[in-house]
Structures are given as structure tokens and as C-alpha cells.
């Protein structure tokens, strides 16, 4: 296996390759699956502590252990945020669970997802069924396989909130954070949207975080980052991008996320309406790095 390098260490185990000179191995319990797609090599074994896992490209993307962390607060914070979305687009997410946590508010109407590798739509539906939970069925849901920044350049829609769930800025997701493709969104976009995306480490990630800032700053009302710790993603708590029409979305009162959250009826294992409000507090060096003040 090409993320194992030959005699380094036992076949029994995954050593990730994102980063140079720092990284993570999990051990392989078995081998599930192994394929070289059209546009990325996609492996999914079984680990004892973290369940079935999936790699791209010598990349962790996701565990059964911990997916609800991520998933969660990609979702629930811009969309209960914004309080009446009906139109959603998700950018990527091919394992699914994006989409299971979106079909969880049924005041959402409509949800558009575009991944642009049908067989790790199809692979996750076989190993990972449980990050989708059935949501591929869902009768609000229009599955697209073709390039994100081809969709969101060309597409005549419009969407209340877009959630970028992309892979790092390497191979095929890489032009999901460029500033063509913020832009893009940004057209996407119904007055009052909101746009969230997936933005790494910012310990091991800073630079990517401070490009995302640059091309958010001047495009959105309002522009910020949130955060959370997620086992799986090495280095530190994840940021994830924000960038509203509305300048009022990310100041919501507490009681008023309590009051969303508890008629939309969805159940959670992560999110919450304090953890929602104290995820935008970022710590100084990011601050600083992206050129804030204060998290105002």
C-alpha cells in the first residue's frame, strides 16, 4: 500500500501521510476495502478503537468513532443559525453523513449534493453504512457526481446555506478552496445565506486558514471561523470557515438557539447551543493570523 512505506512498519498498520515529519498510524484489524478510483486511491479497513475507517489518497477522512463531531457541527451551526433554511448544497460529503445530519431538520425542503467521485459515494454506502443511515434515500435529496466548482459556477440555483465538505487542498479538492470557488458559492447564495467549509488544523494548517480569511474577507458581511476537537484530524482542534449575508447570525442570542434546537426535534451527540456559541471563540495565535482583533 502506497501510504505504507515498506519496512517502516507492519503491514498491520496505516501510517497517514499529510503531514512531514509528524503523523498518526491505525492499526488495521482488516482490510475492507482497497480500490484506485477515476480520481483518488480509497482505502476502508477496520480499526479496534475507531471503527471502520476511510482513507484518500494517504489520507484519514473519516471513522465510525468520531464522524458525528465533524458532521454535526458542519451542519447544525449554520442551519440553525440561520433558522429558516429550505434550500440546502453540500459540496462533497460522499461517505454521507452530511447529508444524514442536514435530513435530520425536516424544515429543509430541498438538498443538492455534489460529489465528484461516485465510488466513494457507492464504497460508503457498502462499509460505512452507518454515516449515511439511509439519508441516499431521502426524496428531498438530488445527488450530482460532477466537480464542485463546476456546479457552483454554472448552477442557475440558488441555496440558504452550502456546506463545503471537502478533502485537504490537495488532488481533487483542491480548487474547493480557492477563490474562484468562494466566489462561486457566494453567487449560490439566497440573500441571508451562509456558506461553511471545512478548513483543517490551524496549529498544523495556519497558512490554509489565513488564505481562507483573505478570500472571505471583502466577499461576506460578515466572515469569521468556528472550531472543534476531533480525534481523527491530527494536530489540534479543526476550524471550519463562515461567511454569512447577514451580519446578525453569528451574534444570535443563546435562548434563541435553545428555542431552534429544541423545535427542530433533532437528536444529537456533540452539538448543543452552548457548545454552538463557544465554537466561534478562537483562540489569539489564530486571531492574530487571520488579522481579528477580538472574535466580535
Known amino acids: 500500500m502506497s501510504s505504507v512505506p515498506s519496512g517502516s512498519l507492519p503491514m498491520s498498520d496505516y501510517q497517514e501521510t499529510l503531514y512531514e515529519g509528524y503523523g498518526q498510524r491505525f492499526r488495521m484489524e482488516k482490510m475492507l476495502h482497497e480500490v484506485r478510483t477515476d480520481h483518488q486511491h480509497l482505502v476502508i479497513f477496520q480499526n479496534p478503537r475507531m471503527g471502520r475507517v476511510m482513507a484518500l489518497d494517504g489520507v484519514i477522512q473519516t471513522t465510525e468513532a468520531d464522524e458525528f463531531i465533524y458532521h454535526e457541527m458542519l451542519t447544525h451551526v449554520p442551519i440553525l443559525a440561520h433558522g429558516a433554511a429550505k434550500r440546502v448544497l453540500i459540496i462533497g460529503g460522499g461517505d454521507g453523513g452530511m447529508l444524514r445530519e442536514v435530513a435530520k431538520h425536516m424544515s429543509v425542503e430541498h438538498i443538492t449534493m455534489v460529489e465528484i ?21 431521502d426524496s428531498r435529496l438530488n445527488l450530482v457526481i460532477d466537480d464542485g466548482m463546476r456546479f457552483v459556477a454554472t448552477t442557475e440555483e440558488k441555496f440558504d446555506v452550502i456546506i463545503s465538505d471537502s478533502t485537504d487542498p490537495i488532488g481533487p479538492g483542491e480548487v474547493l478552496f480557492s477563490e474562484n470557488f468562494y466566489q462561486a458559492c457566494h453567487r449560490c447564495l439566497n440573500e441571508g445565506g451562509i456558506l461553511v467549509t471545512q478548513n483543517g488544523t490551524p496549529f498544523m494548517q495556519l497558512s490554509g486558514v489565513q488564505t481562507t480569511a483573505g478570500r472571505m474577507n471583502g466577499l461576506f458581511a460578515d466572515w469569521h471561523f468556528y472550531h472543534a476537537a476531533i480525534p481523527t484530524y491530527i494536530g489540534g482542534a479543526m476550524t471550519f470557515a463562515w461567511g454569512s449575508t447577514d451580519k446578525r447570525y453569528r451574534k444570535l442570542p443563546l435562548e434563541t438557539l435553545r428555542q431552534r434546537f429544541s423545535g427542530s426535534g433533532i437528536v444529537t451527540r456533540y452539538y448543543n447551543p452552548e457548545v454552538h456559541i463557544g465554537a466561534f471563540a478562537l483562540p489569539q495565535y489564530v486571531l492574530q493570523a487571520v488579522g481579528k482583533a477580538s472574535n466580535d
Do not use: W
Not at 467521485?117 to 434515500?137: Q, R, W
Open 117 to 137: 467521485d461516485a465510488t466513494v459515494v457507492e464504497m460508503c454506502k457498502e462499509y460505512l453504512p452507518n454515516h449515511s443511515s439511509g439519508a441516499f434515500d
